[in-house]
C-alpha cells in the first residue's frame, strides 16, 4: 500500500504499515461488567500518576474521565471532536485542534509525520473502534495505539490514550479494577507487542468481571 508522504522513519506509518496485519486476538472470554467496581481503575491509574508535576492536572483528567464516560452511557461515537472536548479539559484550554507539525515521544525516538490525509486517516480508525471486526479487547487496544501513534493533540497524548481506551470498554459495558498493568512504553513498528496488549486486556476484563461475580462491588 503506498503511504504517500509518510517514508520511512516515519513511526506513524509504520504503524498504518502494520495495523491491518496484526493477529489480533480473538478473544472469546469475556466477561462484560456493567455494575461499579470496588476500585475504579482508571481513575485510581490517572490519580496515581498525573499529579507529581501540576496539583490540577489529576482534577482536570478526572473530570475528563467522567465525561468520557458519560458520553460512551450515551452510545456516542468516537471522533477526534469528541476527544478534543475531553482535551480542553484535560489541557484547560478553550479550544484544542489537531496538530499542525510532526510530533515526537520518547525523547524523540519516534517521531510522527504529518500529511493532508493524517486527520482523515486518524478519523477513520477511531469509526473502526465500533465495528465488530475484533473483539472487545482486540479494538480496545487498536485504538488506544491509534491514539498513541497519531499523536493528534499537541500535548497530552498519553492521557488522550488512556481516555480513549476507557470510553471504548465503557460503551461496551466494560469496567477495569485494575489499569496500572497497560502502563509500559509502547512502539509504532511492534506488531507483537499491540497483539500482547489486547491479551493483556481481555486478562483485565475477565479477572474485573471474576472479581465482581466474586462479590467485590462498591
Avoid at 461488567?33 to 482534577?59: I, Q, S, Y
Avoid at 510530533?103 to 477513520?124: I, N, Q, S, V
Wanted: a negative charge; glycine letters at 6%.
Amino acid at each position: 500500500m503506498n503511504y504517500g508522504p509518510y517514508h520511512q522513519n516515519d513511526a506513524l506509518a509504520d504503524w498504518l504499515r502494520i495495523r491491518t496485519e496484526i493477529s489480533w486476538p480473538r478473544w472469546s472470554g469475556e466477561y462484560p461488567v456493567t455494575e461499579p467496581l470496588a476500585l475504579d481503575g482508571f481513575r485510581d491509574f490517572f490519580t496515581a500518576t498525573c499529579g507529581d508535576r501540576d496539583a490540577e492536572r489529576t482534577p482536570r483528567v478526572l473530570t475528563a474521565l467522567d465525561r468520557a464516560l458519560a458520553d460512551a452511557e450515551q452510545g456516542s461515537q468516537l471522533a477526534f471532536a469528541l476527544m478534543a472536548n475531553w482535551q480542553r479539559t484535560v489541557l484547560h484550554r478553550n479550544a484544542v485542534g489537531f496538530r499542525t507539525m510532526p510530533a515526537f515521544a520518547k525523547d524523540g525516538r519516534e517521531r510522527y509525520g504529518l500529511a493532508p490525509d493524517t486527520h482523515a486517516r486518524f478519523e477513520h480508525c477511531l469509526a473502526e473502534s465500533s465495528r465488530p471486526d475484533l473483539p472487545l479487547p482486540s479494538r480496545a487496544a487498536r485504538t488506544y495505539l491509534d491514539v498513541l501513534f497519531f499523536h493528534p493533540f499537541e500535548d497530552g497524548n498519553a492521557r488522550a490514550a488512556m481516555l480513549a481506551l476507557a470510553f471504548v470498554l465503557a460503551r461496551d459495558g466494560v469496567s477495569l479494577d485494575q489499569v496500572h498493568p497497560l502502563q509500559a512504553t509502547r512502539w509504532a513498528d511492534d506488531a507483537e507487542g499491540a497483539a500482547d496488549l489486547a491479551v493483556l486486556l481481555g486478562i483485565l476484563i475477565t479477572a474485573a468481571g471474576r472479581r465482581l461475580s466474586n462479590g467485590s462491588r462498591s
